[in-house]
C-alpha cells in the first residue's frame, strides 16, 4: 500500500473555489496537493479547511499523525495569517472570524445565509440564522478591541515543527499568502492578487513550481 501526502493548511490549501466557494472534499481534488501527490507517486490526505488559523491547522495536523503516522511519508503545511481567531466544536459546529468576515455554522452546510456591511461579510447555515444580526457587534469587537492583532502563533508553530522532528517525519512548510515570516520558502499561494485564491490551472501551477522547487533544495 502507498505511503500518503498529508496537505494541512486554510481555504488556499484546501483548493477553495475550484469546485466550491465552501469547504467541499471536492475541492480537494483540484488543490496543488492533488498534483503533487500524483507527481511523488503517494496516496494523498489532504485536512485543510477554509478560513481556519494555524493554531487550528496544527491541531488537525497534531491529531490525524498521532493515530496514522506510520501511513505518512511526508507532510506539506501551507501556514496562514495570524489575523484570525476560531472556535471549533465537537459536533463540527465552527465560528470564524476574520478581517472580512465572520462565520457561524456547519463547515461542511453550503446552504448558507449572507448579510454584507462596511465590505465585511457576515455568514450563517440555516440553523444559525437567527443569529445573523449579532454578528455585526461581535465582529466590531474583535477588530476596534484589536484582538485580530494580538494573536501570536509562532510558540505553537515552533513546537509543532520540534514535535515533528521528534517523530522523525518529512515536512516541508510556506506561507500560503504574505502575511507571515514562518518560512524562508520563496513560494506562496497567491493568486492575481494577495487575497485571490487560484484557480484549477493555476493551483496545478503552483504544484509544477513546488515540485521543481523540492528538486532543487533535493526535497525529493
Known amino acids: 500500500m502507498k505511503k500518503k501526502l498529508l496537505i494541512l493548511g486554510d481555504s488556499g490549501c484546501h483548493g477553495i473555489g475550484t469546485v466550491s466557494e465552501f469547504k467541499d472534499p471536492a475541492n480537494a481534488e483540484f488543490s496543488f496537493g492533488k498534483h503533487l501527490a500524483d507527481f511523488l507517486d503517494l496516496d494523498y490526505v489532504n485536512l485543510s479547511e477554509p478560513g481556519i488559523n494555524s493554531q487550528r491547522i496544527i491541531e488537525l495536523g497534531y491529531d490525524y499523525i498521532q493515530k ?3 501511513t505518512i511519508d511526508r507532510v506539506i503545511i501551507g501556514w496562514t495569517s495570524d489575523s484570525r481567531a476560531g472556535f471549533y466544536s465537537n459536533n463540527d459546529l465552527i465560528l470564524q472570524i476574520l478581517p472580512g468576515y465572520i ?3 456547519k463547515s461542511l452546510d453550503n446552504d448558507v445565509f449572507v448579510d454584507f456591511q462596511n465590505d465585511v461579510k457576515f455568514i450563517t447555515d440555516k440553523n444559525h440564522k437567527h443569529y445573523l444580526g449579532v454578528l455585526p457587534d461581535l465582529h466590531k469587537i474583535f ?9 501570536n502563533h509562532t510558540p505553537f508553530i515552533d513546537g509543532f515543527r520540534s514535535w515533528l522532528r521528534e517523530q ?3 515536512f516541508f512548510e ?5 502575511f507571515t515570516n514562518y518560512t524562508s520558502c520563496p513560494l506562496n499561494l497567491k493568486g492575481k492578487n494577495k487575497y485571490s485564491h487560484l484557480t484549477k490551472e493555476e493551483q496545478k501551477q503552483f504544484a509544477e513550481q513546488l515540485f521543481s522547487y523540492f528538486k532543487e533544495i533535493k526535497w525529493i
Open 168 to 170: 522523525n517525519l518529512n
Open 174 to 178: 510556506f506561507d500560503v499568502f504574505y
Open 143 to 151: 477588530v476596534e478591541g484589536d484582538f485580530l492583532n494580538t494573536l
Open 68 to 70: 496514522n503516522k506510520d
Open 103 to 105: 462565520h457561524l455554522g
